[in-house]
């Protein structure tokens, strides 16, 4: 069965460092989702694409976060610098299309630890 | 935009029955999910709502009252290995963003 893979599984490092994930979704599925999530709280969307376009980041802290989907493929999500309240799961998830009753497979997370 | 609510925590017995409530407001409504988180794991897909009325899958039902914005997961025959978060979340129409809420935890107890 196919997954939507998500590396690497676990990340520690010290705030002001630069840290990046990288999210491969199932193979043909055109919308690719990061979601944030703090423990003992439901998952925030961060980004939506469509392809290679972004169609929500209205949540994404663009001083510090950035996310791409160049070939509409795999796609990267990067934090520079960190910062202690950015702790938590990230959560990458595919869809195959724009909605409609599509769902949303999710990928196993990157949990990231800031000291 | 969308707002949420579930219960917190919960509690059931095992071999027993639990409903898990969902109430929402949202500017503009096309499905909603439930999905199954256990601790430390990605959400696992459960069901997923468009129209009203009662979709069953096995020991789990979901239900769907698009005009009281209200939903509910059931789960029958409790086991131990149900004691996980389940998180309810509405997707809205036009890009299709998907809002979860905050998980309701539930505690299977012999």
Redesign the interface.
């Known amino acids: 069965e196919a997954e939507v893979a998500q590396s690497p599984r676990y990340k520690i490092t010290e705030k002001s460092q630069a840290v990046a994930f990288w999210c491969d979704p199932i193979s043909g599925h055109a919308t690719l989702y990061w979601y944030r999530q703090i423990l003992g709280q439901g998952p925030e969307l961060l980004v939506q694409f469509q392809d290679e376009s972004v169609v929500d980041d209205s949540q994404l802290p663009k001083d510090r976060f950035s996310a791409e989907r160049l070939k509409g493929v795999d796609s990267t999500l990067k934090i520079q610098p960190a910062e202690l309240g950015d702790s938590a799961m990230y959560l990458c998830a595919s869809s195959p299309s724009l909605g409609g009753t599509d769902t949303q497979y999710f990928g196993p997370g990157t949990r990231l630890t800031v000291l | 935009g969308q707002n949420?609510d579930q219960p917190t925590e919960m509690t059931a017995t095992e071999g027993a029955i639990v409903q898990i409530n969902c109430t929402y407001q949202t500017s503009g409504f096309?499905?909603l999910?439930w999905?199954q988180q256990h601790a430390?794991?990605?959400?696992?897909?459960l069901s997923?709502n468009?129209l009203d009325g009662l979709e069953e899958k096995g020991r789990f039902s979901s239900f769907l009252s698009r005009s009281k914005g209200y939903s509910y997961l059931l789960l029958k025959e409790l086991q131990m290995k149900d004691s996980a978060s389940y998180?309810c979340?509405v997707?809205d129409l036009g890009?299709?963003?998907?809002?979860?809420?905050?998980?309701t935890k539930l505690q299977v107890i012999p």
């Open positions: 949420i096309n499905g999910f999905y430390g794991e990605a959400p696992t897909f997923y468009v998180l979340a997707r890009y299709q963003k998907v809002t979860f809420g905050t998980g």
